[in-house]
């Protein structure tokens, strides 16, 4: 049974912006004050590309290890990944519920599903939450891993709708991990694969501490991060 979350430890991190139908990433002032999934003062910064592999699954769950095409389970070691999506409006963040988060990522040795000739019609390693009245969505999956020209990553992509369920606007970025916690879980054998794996410094796509995810392990050895979004909305 999955580790529950304690959304109560979750601070800021950073906050991730829409501007209108285009999509900026908003970094939260760490000198705020306030409670978390609030903001006093916002850095505008670039969003990230979403990557050439989203695949629009639709699949509503919290526990994405899984392939339900087949029953499999993702190997690798446990990550619970909690996140806050917030409005952001005249500097203030306030908790943005019904949003669409999805997340998706590759697995131990580097691979993602259903957008490679050998993972084809897979579904491991994706899924969507809504966020509840508090913002908050929180998924259990496994630590990814890396292929060859990219750092380790995990893509989400945050979707809002209006009242009639109409798409409104959609923001997509990617999360990292710090260099020498990576080190210490690739030390598990099943991350091995042949290559050298990139660093976050020698990734260009890589934006520094803003989206950087700080993972820690408990006594059982999974991990758990966390990271606060905020969506301003025009």
Excluded at 66 to 86: M, N, Q, Y
Excluded at 89 to 113: E, F, Q
Excluded at 137 to 157: D, E, L, N, Q, S
Aim: aromatic share 8%; charged share 25%; proline share 4%.
């Amino acid at each position: 049974m999955a580790r529950a979350i304690d959304f109560e430890k979750i601070g800021r991190r950073a906050a991730l912006g829409l501007f209108g139908g285009t999509a900026a990433a908003l970094v939260a002032d760490e000198s705020a004050h306030g409670a978390p999934g609030t903001a006093t003062s916002c850095v505008l910064t670039p969003n990230e590309t979403a990557g050439p592999f989203f695949v629009d699954e639709r699949l509503e769950r919290s526990d994405i290890r899984s392939d339900p095409t087949d029953g499999t389970v993702a190997r690798g070691i446990p990550l619970h990944l909690a996140l806050v999506v917030s409005s952001l409006r005249k500097g203030t963040c306030t908790p943005l519920s019904g949003a669409m988060v999805d997340i998706w990522h590759c697995n131990a040795v580097g691979k993602y599903s259903d957008v490679e000739d050998d993972t084809r019609g897979k579904k491991f390693l994706r899924g969507y939450q809504r966020t509840d009245g508090q913002g908050r969505v929180a998924f259990v999956t496994i630590y990814p891993g890396w292929y060859p020209g990219r750092a380790v990553h995990v893509h989400f992509k945050v979707r809002t709708s209006n009242s009639k369920n109409a798409a409104v606007s959609e923001f997509a970025s990617q999360l990292y991990f710090d260099d020498a916690t990576t080190n210490r879980v690739f030390a598990d054998p099943r991350y091995a694969h042949a290559g050298k794996r990139m660093k976050n410094t020698d990734d260009g796509l890589f934006m520094g501490k803003q989206l950087l995810l700080d993972a820690q392990p408990d006594a059982s050895g999974t991990y758990s991060a966390s990271f606060s979004i905020g969506l301003q909305i025009d």
